[in-house]
């Protein structure tokens, strides 16, 4: 598949599909950008009951409007595509999925960026393991 989405994305054919439950993701090139910036079209799967499809879409759109953090991808469209009759929503491009990160070391490698950052979290430090946080790191609960 490739085309424009939006008359602003334009999906990379070469490009690999990232598969989920819901949805596929693509990688597009938004050719309104100065520097063309990629993008991620995230395109929903049909269904037989549009429906609830169109409310994923409505849920999940209201959600990354209302979120504004430097570790959360921003939404930069959505909406109905009628040469692919499907839904789709435009994020900001990341090179590697959570799925990458999480296989690459067998665990999450979030922690608070410092004490009393007030829940927010980067990917670099090995300090949350699936059987709790490692030693010399504090908890989110027990941070000030």
Do not use: C
């Amino acid at each position: 598949m490739t085309g424009m989405i939006n008359r602003r994305f334009h999906l990379l054919p070469q490009a690999e599909k990232r598969q989920g439950g819901m949805s596929e993701v693509r990688k597009a090139v938004n050719v309104l950008s100065p520097e063309g910036a990629y993008a991620a079209v995230k395109l929903l799967k049909r269904r037989d009951d549009e429906e609830s499809t169109r409310i994923f879409l409505d849920r999940e759109t209201a959600s990354l409007r209302a979120l504004a953090h430097p570790n959360i991808v921003r939404m930069l469209d959505s909406g109905w595509d009628e040469r692919l009759e499907q839904y789709f929503i435009v994020l900001e491009w990341v090179d590697r999925s959570l799925k990458d990160e999480m296989s690459g070391v067998g665990r999450w490698t979030g922690r608070p960026t410092s004490p009393g950052s007030g829940g927010r979290w980067h990917l670099h430090s090995p300090t949350l393991t699936s059987s709790g946080w490692s030693t010399g790191t504090s908890s989110p609960e027990t941070s000030s």
